[in-house]
Structure formats: structure tokens, C-alpha cells
């Protein structure tokens, strides 16, 4: 089974960076490999920074941010 999309709700939220870092490197492959689209939940911008096209931020039901990441710093502008 290969799924377009992915809903991944705080994947490495729990894990030391260590482990942050190979879960990441595993989601990276299989998005290259196979095309899934990945629905990436999380509360850390710099993380979503490494794995994400675009971030949304939500508050409360509110959309509060919208922006493209093509690197790092792009989050960082956006805080």
C-alpha cells in the first residue's frame, strides 16, 4: 500500500534529537521514493522548517501565518 498522503501528528515530539533526526531522515526517503504527500502536525517551527514546503500556523481555529519554507531562516524571518 502506498498512500498519497500522511498525517503525521507530532512524529518525534517525545524523542531525543538523535532519534528527531533518523525520523526525519526515514520520512525524507520515503517522500522521495514514493511521492506521499505528508500532513506534518507539529509545534516546533524549526522542525517543520527541515520537512515542509509550506507552514501554516493555527490558533484556536484561526489561520494566524501562512509561508513558504525553502530554508530555515524563512521561519526564522517569520517569528
Known amino acids: 500500500m502506498e498512500p498519497e498522503l500522511i498525517i503525521l ?3 518525534t515530539s517525545m524523542l531525543d ?3 528527531q533526526a533518523q525520523i526525519i531522515h526515514y ?3 520515503y517522500q522521495k521514493e514514493h511521492g506521499t504527500a505528508y500532513l506534518f502536525i507539529t509545534h516546533h517551527r524549526m ?3 527541515q ?4 507552514i ?3 490558533e484556536e481555529g484561526q489561520l494566524l ?3 513558504c519554507c525553502t530554508t530555515r531562516a524563512d521561519v526564522i524571518k517569520s517569528q
Open 27 to 29: 520520512l525524507t526517503e
Open 56 to 58: 501554516f500556523e493555527i
Open 47 to 49: 522542525l517543520a522548517s
Open 17 to 19: 534529537v538523535i532519534s
Open 51 to 54: 520537512v515542509c514546503d509550506e
Open 9 to 11: 501528528d507530532e512524529p
Open 65 to 67: 501565518l501562512h509561508s
